[in-house]
């Protein structure tokens, strides 16, 4: 489906919001870089493509929806348990605080560049604490979009993970990778005059 102007719904089964992190510190070698996944989120986005400060995007992320999918490097591999075990922590009041923290959410304040290539900025809250961040990336024309993001956990009040007295921990930066392979199309208005329905 080639992106027209209007207004779409995205998120899973369709697309994928992906958390990866990293090591640091001597000890890292014992440690595992993760991948996690959001399994309950949901998105909104605005298309004017020739016009694209016109667009918005906004997403929710349900906190206590993270699931370790993978993990990397390390000693020994990652069980289940400790899945399970990296799971309740990430819900702990030193990270996301699910219990107080049931969302996470973003909302876009300016868009610039094409549908091909773009840079998204916009305010993410985390932890009641929101922040500007920018997010890059781009879309083949038919509805395929993908990019990333990376952000300091510490900047909305998140520890990270540490063991052996500091000497294994969480590097602060953790990247955000997300890929949108269908947009839903809303109900709503089409384009107005002289803005063109299709991106060339």
């Not at 699910?98 to 985390?126: E, K, M």
Request: glycine share 14%; proline share 7%.
């Amino acid at each position: 489906m080639a992106l027209r102007d209007g207004t779409y719904r995205f998120g899973p089964p369709t697309s994928r919001l992906l958390i990866k992190t990293s090591r640091a510190g001597p000890g890292r070698r014992a440690g595992h870089d993760l991948t996690i996944e959001a399994t309950r989120w949901s998105g909104t986005a605005v298309v004017v493509a020739r016009d694209p400060g016109k667009s918005s995007v906004t997403v929710s992320v349900e906190t206590g929806s993270l699931a370790v999918r993978e993990g990397t490097g390390g000693v020994k591999p990652l069980t289940d348990t400790d899945k399970a075990e990296i799971k309740r922590t990430l819900e702990r009041e030193g990270v996301l605080h699910t219990a107080q923290h049931p969302t996470i959410a973003f909302r876009s304040t300016s868009i610039t560049g094409t549908l091909g290539s773009f840079q998204i900025t916009g305010d993410l809250t985390i932890k009641g604490r929101s922040h500007p961040v920018t997010v890059d990336g781009g879309s083949d024309g038919d509805g395929m979009v993908c990019g990333r993001a990376t952000v300091a956990q510490s900047a909305w009040g998140i520890k990270p993970y540490s063991a052996f007295l500091g000497a294994l921990r969480v590097a602060d930066d953790v990247r955000i990778e997300y890929a949108v392979t269908e947009l839903e199309p809303l109900p709503g208005p089409g384009p107005g005059p002289g803005q063109g329905s299709e991106q060339p």
